[in-house]
């Protein structure tokens, strides 16, 4: 083969090098795109509150796995019921349902009714709602003085009642609808913003194996930084080709 020959030989692999270098680049620069999205949405995620709003796409809700419950244990509290579900509390009022976050490990205990009160008491705090189940007031269990009388508005009497443990006082929610409604309403409370954009940051959001993808990606991006640094460092030491 003639030195031409090599020449035009090596141009072509040279070329060819080039455009799978340009193909994969291009591949690589969605990858980065959406790391410089949702690294900016992560940094800035108190602000945007994103650790505050949840998803509500029933196909996104589908694809994190999440699951309805065919049974759910309720108290009967003077015709009203309070349900939990996880960190979930669920005040059933006729055909109306609201939802209430309880503090990490609480769990329901027992709840009552009296004077368009709802008292709920739960394992670290006594709860008080209106008939429209917006919070009044809490108090830490460890801070109760039953020597001083009324605990907001129960006697001493009806508090301790209120604390006794009762097993029978669950029952199983059997209304249909309601339980539709309380799974709704469950289900779009379980995936924040927050958590959507940190699993798509880090390629979770796609499949089990998506970290993994994402690190080979980061290695290929590593690559082509090197591979476009000593290309064009062979570029510029040729000027014959530099300029072509």
């Known amino acids: 083969m003639s030195p031409y020959q090599k020449k035009q030989l090596q141009k072509k692999r040279n070329n060819i090098v080039r455009k799978w270098h340009r193909r994969v680049g291009m591949t690589a620069m969605i990858f980065l795109i959406n790391l410089a999205v949702t690294g900016i949405l992560l940094n800035h995620y108190e602000a945007l509150s994103l650790h505050k709003k949840y998803i509500q796409s029933d196909w996104l809700i589908s694809w994190y796995g999440v699951q309805s419950v065919d049974e759910i244990n309720c108290i009967n509290a003077s015709h009203n019921y309070f349900c939990q579900l996880d960190d979930k509390i669920y005040f059933k009022n006729g055909d109306s349902i609201s939802s209430f976050t309880s503090e990490e490990s609480d769990q329901l205990f027992n709840a009552t009714g009296k004077d368009e009160i709802n008292y709920m008491l739960t394992t670290n705090s006594l709860y008080l709602f209106n008939a429209k189940f917006q919070l009044i007031d809490q ?14 508005g129960l006697t001493t009497e009806e508090f301790n009642l209120l604390a006794e443990p009762n097993e029978d006082q669950f029952k199983l929610l059997s209304d249909p609808q309601a339980i539709d409604s309380i799974n709704q309403l469950h289900k779009r409370s379980q995936i924040t913003h927050l958590k959507f954009v940190q699993d798509l940051h880090s390629g979770q959001l796609f499949f089990s194996g998506g970290t993994l993808v994402s690190d080979l990606m980061a290695i290929i991006i590593i690559l082509l930084g090197i591979s476009g640094i000593v290309s064009w460092q062979k570029r510029i030491n040729r000027p014959d080709e530099c300029c072509k």
């Not at 460890?142 to 009388?149: M, N, R, Y």
């Open 139 to 152: 108090i830490s269990r460890q801070s109760i003085d039953l020597s001083q009388g009324d605990i907001e």
